[in-house]
């Protein structure tokens, strides 16, 4: 490690550091191997702000290569092949951001603002970034993030014994995603060359105009998806699959074959649009 550190009346400090190799610990709560780090950081230490966040007021600026964190509580390890950032407690700007987590792989590149307002509990965190990708598990992402930042009273209702839990959306936030991703898994279907806009409003979820391919049929997909509560939930939905056979739409939704059983006597290709 090389850098160095300067603080001034106990409430001003300034960090430079680089390093090849640095492994860190907080308690249970987080460990990190990180390999190359350079770290330019300052603060204006304020007592009287009861977030940790708010009370440290950071500039940092930091760009990292090879990360290896656990996080306690999060059921899968996550590495940061890359990143390169600038924090303040307003606003993290992203030039370069790759991340693992589970099964999946991110490149992420935007901004996320109001920050401050969010850890002050007065107002949503606004995003607007870009996401890319060569494989997501979509079942195991919305596990990891349902009902992030969701009010006690959202996640106390408990639906009955014989329903799974629900996805609940994360709450406090205000993001928007424009993806490219080259694979997911949903469910049991896996699906190709995912694109479109992908929003979360504090417990809703936009999917606009989203087109995807699989085994069975080019699809479009707009939908919004409400968890106000566990057991109340709202879904509206727009979909179109074009060229599927018959029989694969049938494999991949099940239902269709209850509301309309005379599909079963045709073969070949059909043009669907379910409006729900």
């Known amino acids: 490690p090389s850098g160095t550190f300067v603080m001034r009346d106990t409430d001003e ?4 550091y680089t390093g090849e190799v640095l492994a860190a610990k907080v308690g249970k709560m987080l460990s990190a191997e990180i390999g190359a780090l350079a770290l330019t ?4 230490y304020k007592e009287n702000e ?8 950071p500039d940092v600026k930091i760009t990292l290569n090879k990360g290896n964190v656990n996080v306690n509580g999060l059921e899968v390890p996550v590495e940061i092949p890359q990143l390169k950032a600038a924090l303040t407690t307003h606003q993290c700007d992203i030039e370069k951001g790759s991340v693992i987590l589970g099964k999946s792989d991110f490149s992420i590149t935007g901004e996320v603002s109001n920050m401050d307002k969010y850890f002050q509990g007065t107002d949503l965190m606004t995003g607007n970034l870009e ?23 959202v996640m106390a209702e408990q639906p009955e014994a014989s329903q799974a ?3 609940m959306v994360p709450y406090g936030m205000n993001i928007r995603m424009h993806t490219n991703i080259k694979k997911a898994l949903f469910e049991d279907a896996e699906i190709r060359n995912v694109g ?3 929003s979360l409003k504090d417990g809703v979820l936009v999917l606009d105009e989203m087109g995807l391919t699989s085994d069975a ?13 566990k057991n109340h939930l709202f879904l509206g939905l727009d979909f179109h699959l074009l060229d599927i056979q018959i029989d694969k739409l049938i494999q991949m939704i099940p239902e269709v074959d209850t509301v309309l059983p005379m599909l079963k006597s045709f073969a070949g290709n059909a043009e669907f649009h379910f409006a729900i």
């Open 13 to 16: 400090m300034s960090l430079k």
């Open 41 to 44: 950081a300052s603060s204006h």
């Open 50 to 57: 009861s977030n940790v966040l708010m009370r440290w007021n």
């Open 131 to 153: 996401l890319n990708s060569n494989y997501i598990d979509i079942n195991e992402i919305m596990d990891l993030v349902s009902g992030f930042g969701a009010p006690d009273s």
């Open 165 to 167: 839990d629900p996805f």
């Open 196 to 198: 479109g806009y992908i």
């Open 217 to 229: 049929a080019r699809l479009q997909l707009t939908a919004l998806y409400k968890s106000p509560r």
